[in-house]
């Protein structure tokens, strides 16, 4: 069994590592003021939690169950 399961994550991660996603996010990017002591300038600033919420998403949608686990036991013990 162990030797299935590692068999199993290896494939899970070489299945993985070769696919492409690329993330687009449309949010505009904000131009702040900053203020130092001697001058006022603007720059154009995107936040890293908007990056963070955007990875956290796609791993809820990743560990979603596309298998029915049911289904799949049925039909396991079914044509043993």
Do not use: P, Y
């Not at 696919?19 to 131009?31: A, C, G, L, P, R």
């Not at 002591?37 to 596309?66: C, D, M, P, V, Y």
């Amino acid at each position: 069994m162990a030797i299935t399961m590692t068999a199993w994550l290896v494939h899970k991660i070489v299945m993985q590592s070769n696919i492409d996603i690329f993330f687009i996010d449309w949010e505009q990017e904000k131009e702040i003021l900053i203020k130092n002591a001697s001058e006022l300038k603007s720059e154009r600033f995107r936040g890293a939690w908007r990056t963070i919420f955007l990875a956290n998403q796609f791993n809820e949608i990743q560990k979603e169950r596309n298998i029915s686990l049911f289904w799949c036991l049925d039909i396991l013990v079914f044509f043993w």
